[in-house]
């Protein structure tokens, strides 16, 4: 069935999820990582076979990639239970500054906010295996007898919903702006045009304008990996595994090469 709109002002405010965290220290050393925490690295007796085990099941819960509107249905979203973390400040204005710089890259499936669902709420077809630029990512539907209260437990991601809605709140104020410019310039008589200003508009302001259009098209629609609740098993903190894991391979990595290298 077609998702039904909902308010942003239901719940705590952004403001006050991040009051509630801002007395934490923790810092994000790479804003490429959102808001997830790295995990220990595994130790280096955890055998090859076990890791793979762990990937394996991985594998076998997700279900595939879809959009979602993060914002229009944010109170659909459930966290804490898979990721305890909770709002820190120091993390927002760490990721708002990412996004300035480095833009939103929303669709990357290195960034998509990782939702733990029972697979029969959803509708088939709305989500696809592989991320592809020849064919739309398809927007995830909840099927027409889902329960009306449904919602879409996350295991990460609370840190860029936050930071979107306060991006996306600025992107709408440029826009409007640069509207209120355009038809000022729109309403004068044409004998009165200042020929230079006009010239500036064209050749700056409007592709700005445009520019930015084109970004709020969007609004809060954000890629999602799918994963399957009843094939979880033991993964408990899948925004964990799926992130920091695969660091704490790398970091695996790296020590038995370190230890070969001192016995070789």
């Known amino acids: 069935m077609p998702l039904k709109g909902s308010k942003l002002s239901k719940g705590k405010s952004t403001e006050a ?61 459930q966290f804490g239970k898979w990721n305890p973390h909770l709002l820190i400040k120091a993390q927002i204005t760490s990721l708002m500054e990412s996004f300035q710089v480095n ?31 020849k064919s739309p990512i398809p927007i995830l ?36 702006e640069y509207i209120v410019k355009e038809h000022a310039l729109r309403k004068q008589d044409p004998a009165n045009v200042d020929e230079a200003k006009l010239k500036q508009w064209n050749e700056g302001a409007k592709k700005e304008k445009d520019a930015l259009e084109g970004v709020v098209e969007y609004e809060g629609a954000w890629l999602i990996s799918l994963f399957d609740d009843s094939n979880m098993g033991g993964l408990i ?18 020590q038995i090469t370190a230890w ?3 016995h070789t």
Not at 105 to 121: C, E, Q, T, V, Y
Request: hydrophobic residues 40%.
């Open 17 to 77: 999820k991040m009051r509630a965290g801002e007395g934490s220290k923790k810092q994000v050393q790479d804003t490429l990582l959102m808001d997830q925490t790295a995990a220990k690295a595994p130790k280096l007796e955890e055998t090859i076979k076990q890791l793979n085990m762990k990937n394996e099941k991985i594998k076998q819960a997700m279900l595939g990639y879809a959009t979602f509107d993060i914002l229009k249905f944010q109170d659909r979203l």
């Open 141 to 176: 539907q909840v099927r027409d007898d889902a329960p009306t209260n449904w919602i879409l437990p996350a295991a990460g991601g609370q840190h860029r919903v936050a930071v979107l809605e306060i991006w996306l709140e600025k992107k709408h104020t440029q826009l409007n």
């Open 260 to 262: 070969a290298d001192m």
């Open 103 to 133: 833009t939103v890259d929303r669709f990357n499936p290195a960034h998509a906010i990782p939702l733990i669902i029972p697979k029969n709420l959803i509708k088939r077809g709305m989500y696809t295996t592989e991320i592809s630029n």
């Open 237 to 254: 903190m899948l925004g964990v595994s799926i992130s920091a894991y695969v660091m704490g391979m790398i970091h695996l990595c790296a």
